[in-house]
């Protein structure tokens, strides 16, 4: 079974615009974790957990869930700077891109008719949604006071440096083939 997702967003004034699309953006994402995590709460369970899943973040990440939020933070942080996403409405957090879903293996497919910002930033939300599919699930961190959360300035752990640098070669490479 696969699903392909498109979605086409019509607005009239800047403002409503900006909020469709960032909830149509977020709308993707979590429909990815969901495809991955069938029976998950993707708003409930990754929107507040740690240091880095949700908005923000700082320290190091407390653990592999946290890891999967830290590496995406730093996915959208390099779609951010790529020469395709440099428009006002290329941004991680308003682009629109085309996936499928196949629930027969719970895996997530960017679709090779994305331009070159929207599949960038959908791999980013891609491996994001494979790495929740992996990573344990801590209930104790889920709401974690940001007081919990170490200062950046002691810098990161280097097993959160080695995801960061693997993610983010595994989303080149698949983009740059695609």
Known sequence: HTHTHTVSVFCFSTTPC???FYERSLL???AMIKCVLPNSSPL????DYGCYCGFGG???PVDQLDQCCFVHDHCYSMASNLSSCDSLLDSPYVNIYDFRCDSATNTVTCMSDNKEC??????????ASACFGVAPYNV????LSSSLCKSASGGSSSSALTTVSFALIL???LTSTA
């Open 44 to 47: 409930e369970d990754f929107a």
């Open 118 to 127: 929207d599949m960038f930033i959908c791999e980013c939300d891609r491996v």
């Open 28 to 30: 993707q994402f979590r």
């Open 140 to 143: 104790s961190n889920n709401h």
């Open 18 to 20: 900006k909020e469709s």
């Open 171 to 173: 989303v080149l490479k």
């Open 58 to 60: 700082q320290g190091t």
